[in-house]
């Protein structure tokens, strides 16, 4: 053995030189129990955990390199040997709240506190809300409409993203997501006063007793956000009801494989249509259906909403190029 010195080990990075991309293959080493595990596994919080001559070198130019990373303890240790991690772990507490976010938390706890459900609080965020443009297609603009009209340019809205979020295990599991885009008054026809639910997407970590309350919690989540919006001056709520194909995800990723099933269309309407019934039901929704239903009486292409990122946003341009040619 005296032929052996022996050397510290760091922690150990992926191949990839591009840390955006790497972070999934990073392995940390524990420092109590010598052990290895994947950075996001573990939640280890990279920038937080390496030295403060570091940091500054990376951020402001050459310092002293040789203060060592803060010590890491893996969640066993924490829980088996009674240390406590060295930078603690974010918390969805420390995220402020919003009036909606408030409402819609307190939505959800009545909602499980009036079915009999015993669950660890849903807590509720809002965690953008962006003023953003979404520019109008060639197609439409340049068409002459037979309503004499000229088509608008850009038709402004706020995108906002709302999350939920249970605390397990002394970590924060986000268990619900949603972005919507929220065309207000100030947005010219047709999309005046109207909200378009972009994405919506959850997993299988919500934590109940009895089990089976997933459901419960996000319609609760939505009617709550729907009856906010109608109570700022919000008409209209669209959503594209299409679940994602096999192996596509939405928000968010890598599953375990028995989640990655493609749901059925049918499936997904009959959830949607679950969710619409209570909101009627609470006095939130007036009346619900689909396009066909909605925009029977239309006189032009032009009185169809389109919204960023929607599937009509693409077709219905594409329709008045062809007419046109």
């Known amino acids: 053995?005296?032929?052996?010195?022996?050397?510290?080990?760091?922690?150990?990075?992926?191949?990839?030189?591009?840390?955006?991309?790497?972070?999934?293959?990073?392995?940390?080493?524990?420092d109590v129990c010598h052990t290895w595990s994947h950075w996001v596994c573990s939640l280890y919080n990279h920038h937080a955990h390496i030295a403060p001559a570091q940091r500054a070198a990376a951020e402001e130019g050459p310092g002293d390199q040789d203060q060592d990373d803060l010590p890491f303890h893996c969640a066993r240790?924490?829980?088996?040997?009674?240390v406590s991690r060295p930078v603690p772990l974010s918390s969805v507490a420390d995220l402020p709240h919003t009036e909606m976010s408030r409402s819609m938390e307190r939505a959800v706890a009545t909602a499980l506190a009036e079915a009999g459900v015993e669950a660890a609080p849903v807590a509720v965020r809002e965690t953008?809300?962006?003023?953003?443009?979404?520019?109008?297609?060639?197609?439409?603009?340049?068409?002459?409409?037979?309503?004499?009209?000229?088509?608008?340019?850009?038709?402004?809205?706020?995108?906002?993203?709302?999350?939920?979020?249970?605390?397990?295990?002394?970590a924060d599991v986000m268990v619900f997501v949603m972005y919507v885009q929220e065309y207000g008054s100030d947005c010219p026809a047709p999309n005046t006063n109207r909200i378009y639910i972009s994405y919506l997407d959850s997993v299988r970590f919500l934590e109940?007793?009895?089990?089976?309350?997933?459901?419960?919690?996000?319609?609760?989540?939505?009617?709550?956000?729907?009856?906010?919006?109608?109570?700022?001056?919000?008409?209209?709520?669209?959503?594209?009801?299409?679940?994602?194909?096999?192996?596509?995800?939405?928000?968010f990723n890598c599953r375990p494989a028995q989640d990655r099933k493609a749901m059925k269309r049918d499936v997904l309407h009959g959830w949607y249509v679950r969710m619409l019934d209570l909101g009627k039901a609470k006095g939130v929704v007036s009346r619900f259906g689909g396009m066909h239903e909605?925009?029977?009486?239309?006189?032009?292409?032009?009185?169809?909403?389109?919204?960023?990122?929607?599937?009509?946003?693409?077709?219905?341009?594409?329709?008045?190029?062809?007419?046109?040619?």
């Open 208 to 251: 109940s007793s009895p089990e089976g309350q997933r459901t419960r919690v996000y319609h609760a989540l939505m009617v709550e956000y729907m009856r906010l919006c109608r109570l700022r001056g919000f008409t209209h709520v669209h959503v594209w009801v299409e679940p994602p194909k096999n192996q596509q995800e939405y928000i």
């Open 1 to 30: 053995l005296g032929s052996f010195r022996e050397v510290a080990l760091r922690r150990r990075r992926g191949d990839s030189e591009d840390e955006a991309q790497s972070d999934a293959q990073n392995w940390v080493q524990c």
């Open 294 to 325: 909605e925009f029977a009486g239309i006189t032009s292409a032009s009185q169809i909403p389109m919204f960023n990122g929607d599937q009509w946003e693409v077709t219905v341009p594409d329709l008045a190029k062809q007419q046109q040619q």
């Open 128 to 170: 953008s809300a962006n003023r953003e443009r979404s520019a109008s297609k060639a197609a439409m603009v340049e068409r002459r409409w037979s309503s004499g009209q000229s088509y608008p340019t850009e038709f402004p809205y706020t995108s906002r993203c709302i999350i939920g979020v249970q605390r397990q295990a002394a």
């Open 77 to 82: 240790c924490c829980a088996r040997r009674g």
